[in-house]
């Protein structure tokens, strides 16, 4: 079978995602790779094919969507060349990760496709959202990689088509204990903005993973630290806790290794207040939005016990993948 994956590059779930699934999609044959965004800090192991800027998402120093930039990089001409020279017709099976250029492709094509990823579970509406739901980001998040079938993962079952998160083997085989220093990854502020709300807490320890820097760097209570995934792995693992966006797959991971988790959804990103809004309900601490009361509300949640979080809906990578060729054996390839 030849497959076709195409990945959103924007922000590095979707590419840690796929690292981790791909040992398990040659099981089922070939698979070429279509990279698409140009703001993922996240080294990539993938056998990409094609690549292309496709539509990335900018932020602010202060966390939230850089919208004129993300307007400035639009092309929309380029894209529709790109969707048109895309050959998903050559393939077997093709999958999305919430790509509208693959998914322009397919219905230009007219090409069976299946949207597999955190994005696709909001085809339900059984998916927790915020109080004020937002029509324009609703129609985003159906219709941006819109597709012959839906298969969602999400921090719990709430539909018939929703699977578990995708925990990275790494993490999965680990045995986590909780050291002296809370792990952070928030890619949406400065580290300048990060360290002037936490170097206040001197007695704590933070290692902040950073896109600014380019080696380990230490200014006071912080280690900033490059991303890197083997880094960010062992420092999560060995946490006593863990501060990031309310984006999936970190938080995600965070439960599963039994972490103390404080999540800020990304201001403007409505996806994350939707994440934001399930968490809630699993243990985690939610802060709505940065302000000058962040160190304060971190010194208070240091002090919370760490929840008791609920694992029993989490499988292995090899039979989330199993589950989903299984369903698009029996829809799109019978």
């Known amino acids: 079978m030849k497959i076709?994956?195409?990945?959103?590059?924007?922000?590095?779930?979707?590419?840690?995602?796929?690292?981790?699934?791909?040992?398990?999609?040659?099981?089922?044959?070939?698979?070429?790779?279509?990279?698409?965004?140009?703001?993922?800090?996240?080294?990539?192991?993938?056998?990409?094919?094609?690549?292309?800027k496709g539509l990335s998402l900018f932020y602010t120093h202060s966390g939230g969507l850089d919208l004129k930039r993300i307007a400035k990089s639009l092309a929309p001409i380029e894209v529709y060349r790109t969707a048109k020279s895309l050959p998903v017709e050559r393939y077997d099976l093709v999958i999305n990760d919430f790509e509208a250029i693959c998914a322009i492709s397919c219905r230009i094509k007219n090409k069976?496709?299946?949207?597999?990823?955190?994005?696709?579970?909001?085809?339900?509406?059984a998916v927790p959202r915020p109080e004020n739901k937002s029509i324009a980001s609703e129609f985003i998040l159906k219709h941006f990689a819109r597709s012959s079938l839906n298969i969602g993962l999400h921090f719990r079952p709430y539909d018939k088509f929703i699977l578990p998160p995708v925990i990275k083997s790494e993490i999965w085989n680990s045995k986590p204990f909780s050291g002296n220093h809370i792990c952070v990854y928030l890619p949406s502020l400065s580290d300048l903005e990060v360290y002037k709300h936490i170097h206040k807490i001197?007695?704590?320890?933070?290692?902040?993973?950073?896109?600014?820097?380019?080696?380990?760097?230490?200014?006071?209570?912080?280690?900033?630290?490059?991303?890197?995934?083997?880094?960010?792995n062992r420092s999560m693992i060995h946490s006593?806790?863990?501060?990031?966006?309310?984006?999936?797959?970190?938080?995600?991971?965070?439960?599963?290794?039994?972490?103390?988790?404080?999540?800020v959804p990304i201001g403007g990103q409505y996806e994350q207040k939707c994440n934001a809004a399930a968490l809630?309900?699993?243990?985690?601490?939610?802060?709505?939005?940065?302000?000058?009361?962040?160190?304060?509300?971190?010194?208070?949640?240091?002090?919370?016990?760490?929840?008791?979080?609920?694992?029993?809906?989490?499988?292995?990578?090899?039979?989330?993948?199993?589950?989903?060729?299984?369903?698009?054996?029996?829809?799109?390839?019978?």
């Open 280 to 334: 809630r309900h699993l243990g985690p601490t939610v802060i709505d939005k940065i302000t000058p009361l962040f160190c304060e509300q971190i010194i208070k949640w240091l002090e919370l016990p760490v929840p008791v979080y609920d694992k029993t809906f989490y499988l292995p990578t090899a039979t989330i993948a199993d589950q989903m060729m299984q369903t698009v054996r029996s829809k799109i390839l019978h």
């Open 112 to 125: 069976a496709a299946v949207h597999f990823g955190h994005q696709a579970s909001f085809a339900s509406a």
């Open 4 to 52: 076709f994956y195409a990945v959103q590059a924007t922000g590095n779930g979707h590419i840690s995602r796929a690292m981790e699934l791909l040992p398990y999609l040659n099981q089922y044959g070939t698979v070429d790779v279509f990279l698409s965004g140009s703001n993922s800090s996240l080294d990539s192991t993938l056998p990409v094919l094609l690549r292309s």
């Open 240 to 263: 006593a806790g863990m501060i990031t966006n309310a984006g999936f797959e970190t938080p995600a991971e965070a439960m599963f290794l039994d972490k103390k988790l404080l999540v």
């Open 202 to 232: 001197a007695d704590q320890k933070f290692e902040v993973f950073s896109k600014e820097v380019k080696s380990v760097e230490q200014k006071g209570n912080c280690t900033f630290i490059p991303v890197n995934k083997d880094a960010f």
